[in-house]
């Protein structure tokens, strides 16, 4: 019988994907940070199916799990944008006006902090700092460093990214 | 046992064919990229292709002068290498043209030169007499910027891995007693010594040594540095540790937001391994040690080292009740020397060239040298290595090249959210593990943010606090609850709520706290407060008696006013006032309404003849 197989594809790579990141943690000491790492790498963000099964994999409770997930700011629990945001406020930042440039992503984008846009395209998000404060103000977009910014660089430079 | 005379000679024999060449380098650490870096190399790379021109292009890590990033060096046979600052893509053209083709350094666009032994452009200053390296020492930065962080090669032939092989030749308390002797402390902010550390580890079958990269202190970037500059220096040091305390295993735990570093540390414990440094029975000594990088997950507490433990085991990243010390229980429960970045990069070098060398630097209690960030609002904004006992007017003014826009130098933050500000009237006070301390201050991992007249001194309390507050881990009740009622009250009194007894509360708060939370985080994060109102209470007082914020800063303080002589009338302002509350008829002075501005400042802004003030 056919039957819709539309997007069964990707999720087999995942899947496929996932088992063979178990078998290479399953036996690893502190193995769930990695995990928990590559997973979000492979999903995008950390659904609470894929909660489930490496608690189930890796022989961790559930509540532990859970509990990692939500102490570190690195992962999430809902989906997020194609290119993550990260607008530095640390203090060689706040100094020389990182705000200003957290205001301007803010209005280019229309979204606050911790926020997605609709397309999901970006995830505008702020940072204690990147260390890159001989550039400061700066942001980091995806592993991309951008510095000496002033506000109206910020729309020109998000342009760039697909 | 095995030497590596061998292979050392034929890298130290690449390494002066490399530099005999006419070569290229440029500047490729996070903060070059950042400034345009890549795309310097791909213009040069295409540019010297397309024009045939006999020259190598060779890239390095960061040297420090982050203000005239992307940086490019040219080195001609029997010429001083020229250092370019501020070279984007578009200059690369006329660099090659003059540089290379006509042999005629571009003068205008030069930083320093290093004449080495040939003799010296005119008109370019030298680098080691520059006002910016003058003061500096380079030993641990020794070669950042000089050679290529991705070629053990380079590492080799400049006497790296010479640590490993002369601390394998000898006992492992020897080992021990040479780092003691040199005084080296921890550079991660407490200063403990680092040999009296080694010292303590509890005999057993397993233990390790871990390195802490968890760099989270906003406003230093100096472990980055090192990491992406001179990673095999890291591998060395934790494989010299290893010996000492008779570890096999080593974890590195680095903060995810500095993928380079990561790279580049993968890269060279790749290499290592290849090289028979890092697996089992090293050089044949019978010595094993295995190192793996464990990326963070994002939570500044994690740098505090017992919930670095935590993180590395998969647990929630909070800290430990000590003691046990790590030294007696650590990682997985085995003893474990846990040291930070720049500690570790130290140690190959006080092996190699012994501890009376690294002891004749630096004061009484504080020995050897100590890298620094320096940032905020100064002139040269860059990674410096300098003696401890150096002033920090030294490093502000001389290194620092003063405040930016000539203003008035108002504090240097140090050692981050755990540290202090430290005003004009202690510029002139050495720099050491102890007297930083005795003002309230920390050395921290090395982080001095400057600060002048346009900053408001409660602001910045509240910027930490609100920082310390967020990232608290909740465990003990002095930090969790503390933090929160201390950022309560700054917020109250920048909103102009304050009273004076808040003074006094905030006072009790902070001393409550620091003696009573559970980590480092914990105890330290009073510090921007006690130390703004140990230096700058007049602020406080300014805000809470006066509702006036002496600094300009605080919006909910601030009136903005037009000057009735200056104003022409021209109606850019009243354009601008997204809230009407400007009015005014055209070639009138134009007024504000206080009751309706919102204090945005957009008017400031617009505004062309300065007739506009906030105070």
């Given at each position: 019988m056919a039957s819709c197989t539309c997007g069964e594809t990707t999720d087999q790579s995942k899947e496929a994907a996932m088992q063979e990141l178990f078998d290479q943690y399953r036996d690893y000491k502190g193995g769930l940070i990695p995990v928990l790492q590559e997973?979000?790498?492979?999903?995008?963000?950390?659904?609470?199916?894929?909660?489930?099964?490496?608690?189930?994999?890796?022989?961790?409770?559930?509540?532990?799990?859970?509990?990692?997930?939500?102490?570190?700011?690195?992962?999430?629990?809902?989906?997020?944008?194609?290119n993550i945001i990260r607008v530095c406020l640390g203090t060689a930042c706040h100094v020389r006006g990182g705000s200003k440039i957290f205001e301007a992503a803010q209005e280019e984008l229309g979204v606050g902090q911790g926020g997605t846009t609709e397309d999901l395209k970006f995830t505008l998000e702020t940072v204690a700092c990147i260390g890159a404060c001989g550039l400061s103000p700066c942001m980091m977009i995806n592993d991309d460093t951008h510095g000496r910014l002033q506000p109206k660089q910020v729309a020109g430079i998000f342009k760039t990214y697909e | 046992m095995q030497n590596l005379n061998e292979i050392r000679a034929k890298y130290q024999q690449q390494y002066k064919e490399k530099i005999s060449r006419p070569r290229i380098v440029v500047g490729l650490g996070t903060c070059g990229i950042a400034a345009g870096g890549d795309k310097v190399m791909a213009a040069l790379k295409e540019q010297v292709a397309a024009r045939g021109l006999d020259v190598d292009i060779d890239f390095t890590s960061c040297i420090g002068m982050c203000y005239r990033e992307p940086m490019v060096e040219i080195a001609l046979p029997g010429a001083p290498s020229v250092l370019y600052g501020d070279i984007f893509a578009d200059k690369i053209e006329k660099l090659l043209e003059s540089h290379i083709v006509n042999n005629t350094p571009v003068y205008e666009w030069a930083a320093f030169q290093i004449p080495g032994e040939a003799t010296p452009y005119e008109g370019i200053d030298i680098m080691d007499q520059s006002s910016y390296y003058s003061k500096q020492v380079r030993s641990v930065t020794s070669r950042l910027g000089r050679t290529n962080p991705e070629s053990i090669a380079d590492y080799m032939a400049t006497g790296g891995y010479e640590g490993i092989e002369k601390a394998l030749k000898v006992d492992s308390k020897a080992v021990i007693e040479e780092v003691k002797k040199s005084g080296l402390r921890g550079r991660g902010g407490g200063g403990f010594p680092t040999g009296v550390k080694w010292s303590f580890v509890a005999p057993g079958e397993k233990k390790y040594a871990v390195c802490n990269a968890d760099e989270g202190d906003p406003g230093a970037f100096m472990d980055r540095s090192i990491l992406e500059g001179d990673p095999h220096a890291v591998l060395e040091g934790m494989m010299i540790a290893g010996y000492a305390i008779g570890a096999d295993e080593g974890y590195i735990y680095c903060r995810a937001e500095y993928p380079l570093a990561i790279k580049r540390l993968n890269m060279a414990i790749a290499q290592a391994e290849e090289h028979g440094l890092l697996g089992d029975n090293i050089l044949d000594s019978g010595f094993?040690?295995?190192?793996?990088?464990?990326?963070?997950?994002?939570?500044?507490?994690?740098?505090?080292?017992?919930?670095?433990?935590?993180?590395?085991?998969?647990?929630?990243?909070?800290?430990?009740?000590?003691?046990?010390?790590?030294?007696?229980?650590?990682?997985?429960?085995?003893?474990?020397?846990?040291?930070?970045?720049?500690?570790?990069?130290?140690?190959?070098?006080?092996?190699?060239?012994?501890?009376?060398?690294?002891?004749?630097?630096?004061?009484?209690?504080?020995?050897?040298?100590?890298?620094?960030?320096?940032?905020?609002?100064?002139?040269?904004?860059?990674?410096?290595?300098?003696?401890?006992?150096?002033?920090?007017?030294?490093?502000?003014?001389?290194?620092?090249?003063?405040?930016?826009?000539?203003?008035?130098?108002?504090?240097?933050?140090?050692?981050?959210?755990?540290?202090?500000?430290?005003?004009?009237?202690?510029?002139?006070?050495?720099?050491?593990?102890?007297?930083?301390?005795?003002?309230?201050?920390?050395?921290?991992?090395?982080?001095?943010?400057?600060?002048?007249?346009?900053?408001?001194?409660?602001?910045?309390?509240?910027f930490f606090l609100n920082f310390t507050q967020l990232e608290s881990c909740g465990k003990c009740t002095p930090c969790r609850e503390g933090t929160k009622r201390m950022l309560e009250i700054l917020q109250r009194i920048c909103d102009g709520q304050?009273?004076?007894?808040?003074?006094?509360?905030?006072?009790?708060?902070?001393?409550?706290?620091?003696?009573?939370?559970?980590?480092?985080?914990?105890?330290?994060?009073?510090?921007?407060?006690?130390?703004?109102?140990?230096?700058?209470?007049?602020?406080?007082?300014?805000?809470?008696?006066?509702?006036?914020?002496?600094?300009?800063?605080?919006?909910?303080?601030?009136?903005?006013?037009?000057?009735?002589?200056?104003?022409?009338?021209?109606g850019a302002c009243l354009r601008a006032c997204p809230a009407g509350a400007i009015t005014g008829e055209k070639k009138e002075p134009h007024k504000i309404d206080t009751e309706l501005c919102i204090k945005c400042g957009g008017c400031i802004q617009k505004c062309k003849f300065d007739a506009i003030v906030k105070a």
């Open positions: 997973a979000q790498n492979i999903y995008g963000y950390l659904p609470k199916e894929v909660l489930q099964q490496i608690a189930k994999e890796m022989r961790i409770p559930f509540s532990k799990v859970f509990g990692v997930c939500t102490f570190y700011a690195q992962f999430h629990l809902k989906p997020r944008g194609r | 094993n040690f295995r190192i793996k990088i464990k990326a963070g997950a994002g939570a500044f507490v994690c740098g505090e080292e017992t919930a670095l433990l935590n993180s590395i085991e998969g647990l929630r990243g909070m800290p430990r009740v000590r003691p046990p010390f790590p030294a007696i229980k650590g990682l997985f429960g085995k003893p474990t020397v846990l040291n930070n970045v720049e500690t570790y990069a130290n140690v190959p070098f006080i092996i190699r060239n012994g501890s009376d060398w690294y002891a004749a630097m630096g004061t009484e209690k504080s020995k050897g040298s100590k890298v620094f960030c320096l940032t905020g609002k100064v002139n040269n904004t860059g990674l410096m290595e300098v003696p401890m006992g150096i002033t920090l007017r030294d490093i502000i003014f001389t290194i620092g090249g003063g405040i930016q826009d000539d203003k008035q130098f108002k504090a240097v933050q140090s050692g981050g959210p755990s540290g202090g500000c430290i005003p004009a009237a202690h510029l002139d006070t050495p720099i050491d593990y102890d007297s930083l301390g005795a003002l309230g201050a920390i050395m921290g991992s090395g982080g001095l943010v400057v600060m002048d007249e346009g900053t408001c001194m409660v602001d910045v309390a509240k304050g009273e004076m007894e808040d003074i006094d509360t905030l006072d009790r708060l902070c001393r409550v706290i620091k003696s009573s939370a559970l980590c480092g985080l914990g105890q330290t994060c009073p510090n921007p407060i006690a130390t703004t109102l140990r230096y700058f209470r007049d602020e406080y007082e300014a805000h809470i008696k006066d509702k006036r914020c002496p600094a300009g800063v605080c919006s909910a303080l601030l009136q903005y006013t037009i000057l009735v002589d200056v104003c022409t009338g021209c």
